[in-house]
């Protein structure tokens, strides 16, 4: 069954474990082994570096005309968690994770957050085995095929919220975590954003970083609304 993802992927693992790592979902690590370091989040960590640094690398050679603000909102689009999730489906990764019996029952197997965690998790034990090469072939074949085609669907809403406020001296803003809630394994994150102290727009995400994304997003729409 791994084998077929390894064909899917094109890519055949020296270390099949790393594989077998970066399809451990936390809920399945804890439930099985009651230690969440066996899991893939910290495949998912270090993913996330080498994925936004070969595409950042790419987007920069590749449109050498187009300004920082496009660059940025170009790579949020392509590693965000909705692409991420598409090419996820496309190797059909969810059936290979490994998941504990509430994520299972949850829909785990489907949920976009889950399967875009598991791509950068597989991109990371790519690196891992393989080397640079091995993570970048796999980017290239998935990710950057994508780069510059159509229209951004999912803008990098922070920086697009913090160059509009920018427009004016002297404008702060800030982002406070408002609360959390759920298990570990399939947690929901608050976060407000504020305005020189004013509150301007509140997010929910499977992350920090998800959650501010929906913050700046309400603010930033609301903002460009007026």
Known sequence: MIKDLEAAIGYRFSNITLLQNALTHSSYANERWHDSLK?????????????????????????????EGELTRMRADMVCETSLAVIAEK??????????????QGGGRTRASTLADAVESVIAACFLDGGMSAAERFIRQFVLCNAGVGKLQNADYKTALQELVQQKKNQVLTYTLAGESGPDHDKQFFVEVALNGEKIGEGSGSSKKR????AAQQAFEMLTEK
């Open 39 to 67: 899991s893939n989040e910290r495949l998912e960590f270090l993913g996330d570096s080498i994925l936004g640094m070969i595409v950042a690398e790419h987007l920069y050679k590749q449109f050498p005309d187009r300004p």
């Open 91 to 104: 190797l059909d990764l969810g059936k290979h994770l490994l998941l504990g019996h509430g994520e299972e």
């Open 211 to 214: 959650a501010e994304q929906s």
